[in-house]
């Protein structure tokens, strides 16, 4: 891998006169530098893509779904280099880096298993009416820091596959497994086709409201994806918004409470916490309250938390500073309100760690329970009624997933009807698939990402009415 990262432009390697730092979150410190883009270098990413459509809209989809499996095999290829990489600019451990890595490129593979349906809407003796789906344009695509490669393939799979282009910016807190990917599959596609830059926060409002962009599609929280919407509203610029979530699982009482307590663990600390559908609110029947919230919290203090270089760390840091004071804030405000908290573990007393920590049956209108922590803290709250439950439940502005446990899966989904989520698993959950939309309701989001439905909100449907002979 070469010492230093470079943008990806109309198919070649593009620096900057300015760069931004990249952290270490286990240490805090400086290790790298990346690009950051000027508005000149976003226009020149934009112009580049612009020369690039008319050719790639053209270029049979068997051969796009070619190149998409061409630029799989290479990430997968470097798949170590960049899970190193990976932990040093993401912070999680090893594993799940290279997990994530490997992931991204069976994703990209996955979604050339689609295709793009022509809808025939009548076919009678005097006519067919066909609709059929054709590409947007330039398409921006802007990715965050939780899962900065795999929601990267989210985004270069279907938009390209639909025969768009694409300028593509990673977050300034994890631009280097972006940009180095991008070196490493620019000969899998046609100069301009795909374009990776990077830069500071100044650049995301560049790019949402630069008149070049047909589309954008960004994956954030939903304050930034409030801003993207109002930018995009000024052009009528198509939108996909995968934001925020305070995800809810509800446990009722016929649970085996030992054979599940991991599997409930890990759907809240995954990634450290950091995940838009892991579980943010843990409801517990009364029954098992006492016993589920010990469990867990022997999980906490056992389960080790460190630099995710270090072999054995099964959680790593907050990925950010920002995100990091945001989370203790979290903390110290449940503390002024005389919440219980139970902590974890100790953390390494550097970086950006906080303890794996449960607060035990908060009020129902606490900053802790209200707010997505979007780290390492989880509210376990008592119920004992199922109507009274899924109003709480209900009770959020957003409404990104759920999950229900029970031994019951037909009481179970009954409960999962109720809830006004885009997606619910019973004893379950993070599952996504290729095939399968992920839709937030609320404000958790608006359009829809995998599967054909997310293939189709990369492109505009176009009806052919085609007169028959006489």
């Known amino acids: 891998m070469s010492e230093t990262f470079a ?10 006169a300015r760069t931004i730092d990249v952290r270490n979150p286990a240490t805090g410190e400086i290790f790298a ?4 883009a000027s508005a000149a270098d976003l226009d020149a990413a934009v112009a580049a893509a612009a020369r690039a459509f008319p050719a790639w809209r053209d270029t049979p989809i068997a051969d796009r779904k070619a190149a998409l499996a061409a630029a799989a095999d290479a990430i997968e ?47 009678s003796d005097s006519r067919r009416i066909e609709v059929h789906h054709v590409p947007l344009g330039v398409v921006c695509g802007i990715v965050p820091w939780n899962f900065p490669v795999l929601l990267a393939a989210w985004k270069i799979g279907p938009a390209l596959m639909a025969g768009n282009t694409l300028v593509l ?8 497994c972006t940009l180095r990917i991008g070196e ?9 086709v795909v374009n990776i830059i990077s830069g500071g926060d100044a650049l995301g409002p560049l790019m949402t409201a630069h008149p070049g962009f047909a ?4 994956t954030g ?22 934001l925020g979530g305070n995800d809810a699982a509800i446990i009722l009482p016929d649970v085996d409470v030992d054979a599940v307590a991991e599997q409930l663990f890990e759907g809240a600390f995954h990634n450290t916490a950091q995940v838009c559908v892991a579980t943010k609110r843990l409801y517990i029947h009364a029954d098992i309250y006492d016993r589920l919230r010990d469990r867990l919290h022997q999980l906490a203090k056992e389960l080790p938390v460190g630099d995710g270089a270090e072999q054995g760390s099964r959680y790593g840091p907050i990925q950010n500073e920002p995100q990091y004071r945001r989370v203790l804030a979290l903390l110290d405000d449940a503390r002024a309100n005389g919440l219980t908290l139970l902590e974890g573990g100790a953390v390494p007393d550097r970086g950006y760690f906080v303890p794996l920590t449960l607060v035990d049956n908060p009020p129902e209108d606490s900053r802790v329970v209200v707010e997505e922590a979007f780290g390492p803290v989880l509210p376990l709250l008592k119920f004992t009624d199922i109507d009274d439950v899924v109003a709480r439940a209900n009770d959020s502005d957003y409404g990104l997933a759920g999950a ?17 989520t885009g997606t619910v698993w019973i004893n379950q959950n993070l599952q996504s698939t290729p095939f399968t939309p992920l839709a937030g309701a609320k404000q958790s989001g608006f359009g829809q990402e995998n599967g054909v439905p997310g293939l189709l909100e990369f492109t505009r449907p176009k009806a052919i009415f085609i007169p028959k002979a006489a």
């Open 7 to 16: 943008m990806t432009i109309d198919g070649c390697a593009v620096e900057s």
């Open 33 to 36: 530098a990346a690009p950051d």
């Open 77 to 123: 290829a470097h798949a170590d280099e960049l899970a190193s990489l990976f932990v040093k600019e993401q912070g999680r451990p090893l594993p799940g880096a290279k997990m994530e890595i490997l992931g991204a490129a069976m994703w990209m593979k996955a979604t050339t298993m689609l295709d793009i349906p022509v809808d025939v809407t009548e076919d």
């Open 169 to 176: 910016k990673p977050s300034p807190f994890t631009p280097l």
């Open 184 to 192: 490493l599959i620019r000969d899998a596609f046609p100069p301009g």
């Open 215 to 218: 589309k954008i599609s960004f």
């Open 221 to 242: 929280s939903t304050a930034t994806g409030r801003r993207v919407m109002e930018s995009a509203a000024r052009d009528l610029k198509r939108i996909t918004l995968e």
């Open 404 to 420: 229900v446990w029970s031994a019951d899966v037909e009481a179970a989904t009954a409960i999962a009807h109720r809830l006004d």
